[in-house]
């Protein structure tokens, strides 16, 4: 099996009260935990746009003008899955 690292996009939502927005992770990856909004980056995608269109996809909300924070490159031995997250 050739194994293909993903990307995906987390996006880092702040309120006016410095609250964070997570969502309850429910698909089989780190399932039964919290994070932040956010999906795979698709072909052709910037990060902005990506960032956009999983907040609104997620929770019906409409940012604008994302910014990139960071990233990481983690590799799940157990479920035998590389990411790399970009974090707006």
Known sequence: MHKIPR?????LIVNENKEVLLGERIDSHERDSWGLVGGHLE?????ED?????????TGLKVSDPRFL???NTIFDQEVKHY?????
């Open 7 to 11: 990307v995906g996009v987390g996006v």
């Open 43 to 47: 072909y052709g995608e910037s990060l």
């Open 50 to 58: 990506c960032a956009i269109r999983e907040v609104f996809e997620e």
């Open 70 to 72: 960071g990233l990481t």
């Open 84 to 88: 790399v997250s970009i974090f707006m």
